[in-house]
């Protein structure tokens, strides 16, 4: 299901009891939406997940900002196979970098190959990983990355929430954290009033204990094999 901008701006007009967007401006709303889905998306990387074939460049080190990926990405989340079409298609695996620094100095130095081997990750370049064997400029792999929410178009100052077009970049599950940021927001604004700063704490607050519940949720429902049995299908 789909959740229009338009949707979320609305509750919050209503929430606000300002339907035309007199004190709080309709584009001054919409800035603050996309503000609420980018801090989504950082502190859940899985919120928008996207999972896209990518070309490689020539050689060990691979960046997803030069591969032209769409959306664009904002950090790596896991590499499973190889892709490229004279390729095996064989599963790519996550080794440590120290390994191959240790036992094969001279790794980055090899020849280039189609398939891919393995991968390695630092969470602190979040956008760069390297490959073993490094790659040849025809060797694809399926990639999983966070991506960057797309901004809702900000209308013309002095409309209301009519004028709002285009939808949540986010799953419809995350509405309510994005009008709840969104109405966090609003209420900084008014900060100097005691009883708004304490509406701005209790908005951010729902949304943080929102987002933390949803992935405790998620967690404990996911397909697991069960101690001891068998994790292929009839096996």
């Not at 070309?55 to 960046?63: H, P």
């Amino acid at each position: 299901m789909t959740i229009t901008a338009q949707s979320i701006i609305r509750r919050a007009t209503d929430l606000l009891q300002d339907p035309t967007c007199i004190k709080w401006p309709i584009d001054e709303l919409v800035r603050w939406l996309n503000d609420a889905q980018r801090a989504i998306v950082k502190v859940r990387p899985d919120a928008l997940n996207t999972t896209a074939t990518m070309t490689l460049a020539a050689g060990s080190r691979q960046d997803l900002d030069i591969a032209n990926l769409n959306p664009l990405p904002a950090k790596l989340i896991e590499i499973t196979r190889n892709l490229a079409a004279s390729s095996t298609k064989r599963a790519v695996t996550k080794v440590e970098r120290s390994i191959l620094d240790r036992q094969l100095p001279g790794w980055h130095a090899m020849a280039g190959v189609v398939n891919i081997d393995h991968y390695m990750f630092d969470a602190r370049d979040p956008k760069t990983f390297y490959v073993y064997p490094p790659a040849l400029v025809t060797a694809q792999l399926e990639v999983m990355y966070s991506a960057y929410p797309t901004d809702i178009t900000e209308p013309a100052p002095g409309g209301t929430h009519a004028s709002v077009t285009g939808n949540l970049a986010l799953a419809d599950i995350y509405a309510d954290d994005v009008l709840n940021l969104l109405l966090s927001r609003c209420w900084m604004k008014e900060a100097e009033f005691a009883a708004n700063g304490a509406l701005a704490d209790k908005y951010m607050a729902l949304a943080v204990a929102s987002l933390g519940a949803e992935i405790k949720a998620t967690l404990a429902v996911q397909p697991q094999a069960k101690p001891g049995a068998s994790t292929v299908a009839g096996a």
